[in-house]
């Protein structure tokens, strides 16, 4: 299985990203936040519903690759319908180096 690769987005106004030790929302906040623009390689994504509200809420798991904050932790993938963490298409990126490669060799010969 191809590696799992997120940017966070969100949390831009408030210094990050709240980071949680664990799945559930009201498990032990981490000190620091994850500071958006991190990019984040996923462990495990669950989703889980919120007990009060009956809403379904995705968590990653993920360990931290760039940015600041915890190295490893657990982030809500989107809070009150805004998006916080993106995936990153790396395989489609790569596609598309490959066919831009392709062409600049068709041109130069």
């Not at 009201?26 to 509200?53: F, H, M, N, W, Y």
């Amino acid at each position: 299985m191809a590696e799992r690769l997120w940017r966070v987005v969100g949390g831009e106004d408030k210094g990050g990203v709240l980071v949680r030790m664990g799945p559930e929302l009201g498990s032990p906040k981490a000190i620091e936040r994850l500071s958006t623009g991190a990019l984040v390689q996923q462990v495990e994504l669950l989703t889980l519903t919120d007990e009060d509200t009956g809403e379904r809420i995705e968590r990653l798991h993920f360990r931290r690759l760039t940015g600041t904050g915890p190295d490893e932790g657990w982030i809500s993938m989107a809070l009150n319908h805004k998006v916080l963490a993106e995936r990153v298409e790396t395989d489609a990126k790569r596609k598309v180096r490959e066919e831009a490669e392709r062409l600049l060799r068709e041109e130069a010969e």
